[in-house]
């Protein structure tokens, strides 16, 4: 089954540009899907504009990328003294776990059904604290740490609340640290490629053994759209972070979740 061009096209932007801002993109698919009939042919489809994503965030990083590899081996293998490349490798290793742990967790037992009530709550929740980490966290680091890591890691664990946004997650914790902006998204970007790359092999690897591998194939250009609208995009949000903070993303899904929640609470009562 096909998908129709301007299908393709909404979810593409949606995606390539969600990724990169605390909005939730798998949220407003959903949205894009219930209500105004966007085909996104479920989870295949789903985990090629991930795939997309994956190749845009590792083209941006791919010099950090290089370094951090040509770092790994220089130290581990040719004994050399770790420099910062290496730590900061290591420090998206550590953030990385916690969300294994919780994605094979959720996998095994503690799926929840997604629902716009569940989304308008968790936009409301989580855009909350997010707008109260950037307003009142005062900015005293520089750089992430492994202390650091850790907290932004075990925040990530709540990632699989529909809406809860896994970037606003990580930029909440680590605003509530003191991190600055810059460094925040950067580290919350980065981190978001072992956790697609984990979930987009595992994909790849349960078509194949069902031999639906064709499936995924079949939506390459979705793929290449997606990662370069992610490439496009990436520049503009790190000026609009640079600028303006978090702040008017946490508003945004504070406005969007009371709407829903209202909406949904007036048609129980009525």
């Known amino acids: 089954m096909e998908i129709e061009p301007a299908s393709l096209i909404v979810a593409a932007v949606i995606q390539g540009f969600g990724e990169l801002i605390p909005i939730s993109s798998s949220a407003h698919l959903f949205f894009a899907e219930s209500y105004f009939g966007i085909n996104t042919q479920g989870r295949v489809f789903e985990i090629c504009l991930h795939f997309g994503s994956l190749l845009g965030l590792m083209y941006h990083f791919r010099l950090a990328l290089v370094r951090m590899v040509k770092s790994g081996v220089n130290t581990i293998v040719l004994r050399r003294a770790a420099d910062s490349d290496f730590h900061r490798g290591l420090h998206l290793i550590v953030a990385t776990l916690p969300a294994i742990i919780s994605g094979y967790i959720v996998s095994r037992s503690l ?76 580290f919350s970007l980065m981190l978001a490629i072992p956790v697609l790359l984990g979930a987009v092999t595992l994909t790849i690897v349960d078509l194949y053994k069902s031999r639906e591998l064709h499936l995924m194939l079949t939506h390459c250009p979705t793929i290449l759209l997606t990662g370069l609208l992610t490439i496009i995009a990436m520049p503009y949000v790190e000026r609009i972070i640079a600028r303006y903070g978090f702040a008017p993303f946490a508003r945004y899904r504070i406005a969007l979740g009371c709407g829903i929640v209202a909406y949904y609470a007036w048609q129980t009562l009525k």
């Open 111 to 186: 799926a929840l059904s997604v629902s716009s009530p569940l989304i308008g709550g968790s936009f409301l929740i989580f855009g909350l604290c997010a707008l109260l980490a950037e307003k009142y966290a005062p900015t005293t680091q520089s750089a992430v740490t492994y202390k650091h890591a850790i907290l932004i890691g075990l925040g990530q664990m709540l990632a699989f609340i529909p809406g809860a946004s896994r970037l606003g997650l990580c930029a909440t914790v680590a605003r509530l640290m003191g991190i600055e902006r810059r460094c925040t998204l950067e």
